[in-house]
């Protein structure tokens, strides 16, 4: 991850003073101190509903105040949803598990929880947020909801960079797909530009990766 990230702050630096960032699941935090690592000159939005890793992001960044923390979760609604806290911590998800999945794990879902979800699009209009430097999605298989929400705000080009973790095993019931992703929310406005962190499964079958897209030109007419 950090390798690319370096590499799009990079290209940010030219046109951008602050660079705003949603971190969408922060799980304990590992992508925010990336972030932060890497630029000091950014604000990084944190979204994880997840009570306990909720806890751990409080204790290390409450008195930051380049992080701004949200015990809520990004979806394509403005509503309360289940959540499945999972045994394995990172797969815990708005989406349940796939009891039927061809990789058969330990993993079980130890409670549901209600959570807060709000759109991406809510989110910017009620904090003024005009534009998203880097959209990092790491959600469990809710990746092509959370783009739903964020319709408009792709659509004008409000967000510059997205990366996104993307499930190709059956791991959860209803999941994001690759092609659904690419068909429906980015290919019209941005560019794949490149694939990062491939996990395969022991018969070599891809299991997940993250894509990072990059917003192309747009007319000044489409942005308005």
Known sequence: M???IV???????KKYKKKIIFDVGSFDGRSIDNFLDI??????HAFEPNPKLFSVLLSKYKHNKKVI???IAISDVNSYK?????????TSSLKNLNVNRHRQD???TSKIIKVKCITIQS???K?????IDLLKLDTQGNENLILKGARIPLSKGRIKYIKLELIFEDYYSEQSQFSEIENNFLKKNYKLISLEDLKYSSDSKILQLDAIYKLQLMSTKRRH
């Open 7 to 13: 590499n799009l702050f990079i290209s940010l630096k």
């Open 127 to 131: 904090n003024n947020i005009k534009i």
């Open 123 to 125: 989110y910017m209009n």
């Open 82 to 90: 289940n959540f499945y806290v999972n045994s394995f911590q990172e």
């Open 39 to 44: 630029d000091a000159n950014v604000i990084v």
């Open 106 to 108: 330990k993993n079980y």
């Open 2 to 4: 950090k390798k690319e």
């Open 69 to 71: 923390l949200n015990q």
